[in-house]
């Protein structure tokens, strides 16, 4: 199994296969996002995620994970180490996408 590279303020999401990075100045500025905008910002999916699959891209923001918030990468890590401990059952996300909010929902890798 390949190790993911490690970036600097980017969180890879083992089980999900993807990056996120808290909201910060930077992100607001490199996304185009409100200043009100809550949530982690994808910010890379892997080709064999099945993120990837349901259409996530960098630039989206994960809002909610299994209805909890989400406002940092550890509250990413947390609700998907939940979902581990059940069976690795599937994850809600809320994710919002070019403005527009929908659902996710995606398996555990």
């Known amino acids: 199994e390949v190790e993911a590279p ?5 969180t890879f999401i083992d089980n999900l296969d ?5 909201i910060n100045a930077d992100t607001i500025a490199k996304y185009h996002l409100d ?4 949530g982690v910002v ?4 892997m080709p064999t ?13 994960i809002i909610k994970i299994d209805k909890k918030d989400v406002l940092t990468a550890e509250d990413v890590k947390r609700h ?5 401990l059940e069976n690795n059952r ?5 994710v919002q996408s070019r403005g527009v909010m ?7 890798r």
């Open 49 to 61: 995620s099945d993120a990837v699959n349901k259409g996530l891209v960098a630039g989206d923001i």
């Open 18 to 22: 993807l990056y996120v990075r808290e």
């Open 102 to 108: 929908h659902f996710v929902a995606l398996k555990l």
């Open 6 to 10: 490690v970036k600097k303020d980017e």
């Open 80 to 84: 998907v180490a939940e979902a581990v």
């Open 90 to 94: 599937p994850v809600l996300l809320l």
């Open 35 to 38: 200043n009100t905008t809550k």
């Open 42 to 45: 994808v910010t890379e999916v």
